[in-house]
């Protein structure tokens, strides 16, 4: 397998002097297997050197499965200056999770306007299939994809493709979960011992990979500031990295403040965060054609059927909302219903309870800090009951403290969202809370 790195910035390109070494074009990252099936991991400005080396030294027509992690700027902004769009012959089968309300083919387009750009997406000669990716494994161009979402302000999946006994995972953007990432008393360094269950199934995608190309965008210094921006710091992602035993890590989707210099410091100090856990994982920042090939011996998984409808794709949930703040409620509902749910609400635990006992609710989505009962009174009613037991439960809370998320996870919580939330989130969350549940029955 074959990995190119064409673009590591991150938020906007940033040529110039001081991004000489790293780059300075927003994320690409070429993977290439020993079958030659080309994938294109996001289609940052780094895209356009991309397309060109292509046309030149690539037999033609070209064919390749572009995955985009998600759709903000950084990571489309290169797909109308990527030649081989153009070229009739060629094809190419483009990727990536279905936004909160447009279609992929929708979302590119407006940035094709011919107020913005000279050729509009249906005038592209190659052929162009669109599909929208779920959570869950995909069969695609005959390497088993898995798609998981991530923590960012926008619908945003990660992917891992498993090749020639090769596993690799590009997981742009992304924040931690929680900002403590171990659990009080427990050894650190252990996947036991995360504290939030999101971190800990983020560091299950991950276990045991050969290649993790991971976003650090800040220093756990600038981080307070950049809360819910959606992005991670390099000390988190090399903790969790070497928890889950990752063999080689590529630090990425670099902050365009952070220059040269800064970037060969970062890579020290996650170098040294590494020696300190006494983990052999090869940790480094990734650079603009920084280039390397992977192999291994080892058995690797058989293709499994593909996955690809999304369990809540086009399907309508019928979510209640358990929360004693009104403002919570009606925010909520406009973000579920306008994902085509069937929204109720319950504006404390008690009525709420009893909602759950007459509609039947397939997610609830549930505030903890209430007057009694509060929500970790309401969640523990509803696992010892089996008739609600396997109801997926989003926990929604204010509170900032280990105790309540250690409870909430503990008392069978599927996940938990901080307020305050974006929109996106919160659409993000409610689908792979369902879809995890739906898997795990
Ligand atoms: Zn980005
Ligand atoms: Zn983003």
């Known amino acids: 397998m074959l990995l190119r790195f064409w673009g590591t910035r991150g938020s906007i390109a940033t040529p110039g002097p001081g991004t000489n070494k790293f ?42 499965h572009i995955l985009l992690s998600h759709t903000h700027w950084d990571h489309i902004q290169g797909f109308p200056f990527f030649a081989p769009v153009f070229v009739p012959g060629n094809r190419f089968v483009l990727c990536g999770p279905h936004g909160c309300h447009r279609s992929l083919p929708e979302v590119l387009s407006g940035q094709m306007e011919y107020t913005y750009f000279p050729v509009e997406l249906g005038q592209l000669g190659a052929q162009m299939i669109y599909q929208d990716l779920a959570e869950g494994v995909h069969e695609l161009a005959g390497v088993r994809v898995t798609a998981q979402f991530l923590n960012h302000p926008a619908v945003t999946l990660g992917y891992k493709l498993e090749a020639d006994g090769v596993s690799l995972l590009y997981l742009c953007d992304h924040e931690p979960f929680w900002e403590k990432l171990w659990r009080s008393e427990a050894e650190p360094g252990k996947l ?3 504290l939030h269950g999101g971190d800990r199934h983020h560091a299950a995608f991950m276990e045991n990979a050969d290649v993790v190309i991971h976003d650090a965008q800040y220093t756990p210094e600038e981080y307070p500031a950049k809360r819910n921006w959606g992005h991670s710091t390099y000390s988190y992602v090399t903790q969790i990295a070497a928890a889950a035993n990752v063999k080689r890590l590529f630090l990425t989707h670099h902050d365009p403040t952070h220059d040269d210099d800064f970037l060969w410091a970062t890579e020290e100090k996650a170098r040294r965060i590494v020696q300190s856990l006494e983990s052999p994982m090869y940790v480094s920042c990734a650079y603009e054609g920084c280039e390397e090939r992977f192999e291994n011996t080892a058995p690797h998984h058989e293709l499994v059927e ?46 709420g309870l009893r909602m759950i006992e007459n509609r039947k609710p397939e997610l609830i989505i549930l505030d903890l800090n209430m007057p009694p009962p509060d929500g970790i009174e309401v969640l523990k009613i509803l696992r010892s009951k089996p008739e609600t037991a396997s109801i997926p439960v989003l926990v929604l809370t204010a509170r900032g403290d280990e105790d309540s998320t250690r409870t909430s996870f503990e008392l069978g919580a599927t996940d938990f969202l901080n307020k305050p939330f974006t929109q996106p989130q919160l659409d993000a969350r409610v689908r792979s809370c369902f879809a995890r549940a739906a898997r795990a029955q």
């Open 306 to 351: 593909t996955q690809i409808s999304d369990p809540i794709c086009g399907c309508s949930l019928r979510i209640l909302i358990v929360d004693d703040d009104e403002d919570i409620r009606v925010l909520a509902r406009k973000v579920l219903t306008q994902g085509g749910h069937r929204v109720s609400e319950a504006a404390d635990g008690t009525e």
């Open 192 to 194: 036991d011992s995360i």
């Open 23 to 64: 780059g300075g074009n927003t994320s690409c990252v070429e993977v290439v297997t020993n079958s030659g099936a080309r994938f294109i991991l996001d289609c940052g400005t780094g895209a356009r050197a991309l397309g060109g080396y292509l046309m030149s030294h690539e037999p033609k027509p070209l064919e390749a």
